[in-house]
T-cell receptor, first 114, second 111 residues
Framework: ETGVTQTPRHLVMGMTNKKSLKCEQH?????MYWYKQSAKKPLELMFV???????ENNSVPSRFSPECPNSSHLFLHLHTLQPEDSALYLC?????????????FGPGTRLTVT | TQLLEQSPQFLSIQEGENLTVYCNSS?????LQWYRQEPGEGPVLLVT?????EVKKLKRLTFQFGDARKDSSLHITAAQPGDTGLYLC???????????FGPGTSLSVIP
């Protein structure tokens, strides 16, 4: 596979469930990101990892828990979500040393919280 | 307040028409990117501009970075239905190390 992949593509979960989103990048990049995209709202940066270390947490509620075991894999663990958390969750990677931080996105996971 | 503003927010045009969308800020950017996002998919990088006044062309798309590196425009010539999507500008501010995104322009090209 090439580029950035995300699984699952669609997820429906109840407010008491626990689930995880997975992202994998095959581009050799050293930075990975989670974004949230809600209807009629701009892209919201959630977390940034550089060389597996979390460098940014944009005041994200603790019901979202990221994990980055290595530079190629990124997870977002979800628990006790709220209906307003329904959104498209996008993973991206970039080569931080480029200076331009061009983002390469996966196709996203469409999450619906019931 | 958005660091990057985009206009118009929505645009619906007939196939074959020309259009321009804008990306503006009061901040100076060391680089600026344009992405296109189709429904249900992630954004795809179209171009990066880094020099004030720079113009880049990608087939029928022309991108310009403002001389002061605070704004950018995207011009599409003879729009096609395949150009339909959300156009996002994003930039890296001078002395910062992350990308910020504008709210996007939603373009619909009607056959």
């Amino acid at each position: 596979e090439t580029g950035v992949t995300q699984t699952p593509r669609h997820l429906v979960m109840g407010m008491t469930n626990k689930k995880s989103l997975k992202c994998e990048q095959h581009l050799g990049h050293n930075a990975m990101y989670w974004y949230k995209q809600s209807a009629k709202k701009p892209l919201e940066l959630m977390f940034v990892y550089n060389f597996k270390e979390q460098t940014e947490n944009n005041s994200v509620p603790s019901r979202f828990s990221p994990e980055c075991p290595n530079s190629s894999h990124l997870f977002l663990h979800l628990h006790t979500l709220q209906p307003e958390d329904s959104a498209l969750y996008l993973c991206a990677s970039s080569q931080g040393s480029s200076g331009t931080y061009e983002q390469y996105f996966g196709p996203g996971t469409r999450l619906t919280v019931t | 307040t958005q660091l990057l503003e985009q206009s118009p927010q929505f645009l619906s045009i007939q196939e074959g028409e020309n259009l321009t969308v804008y990306c503006n800020s009061s901040s100076v950017f060391s680089s600026l990117q344009w992405y296109r996002q189709e429904p249900g998919e992630g954004p795809v990088l179209l171009v990066t501009v880094v020099t004030g006044g720079e113009v880049k062309k990608l087939k029928r798309l022309t991108f310009q970075f403002g001389d002061a590196r605070k704004d950018s425009s995207l011009h599409i010539t003879a729009a096609q239905p395949g150009d339909t999507g959300l156009y996002l500008c994003a930039g890296v501010r001078t002395s910062y190390d992350k990308v910020i995104f504008g709210p996007g322009t939603s373009l619909s090209v009607i056959p």
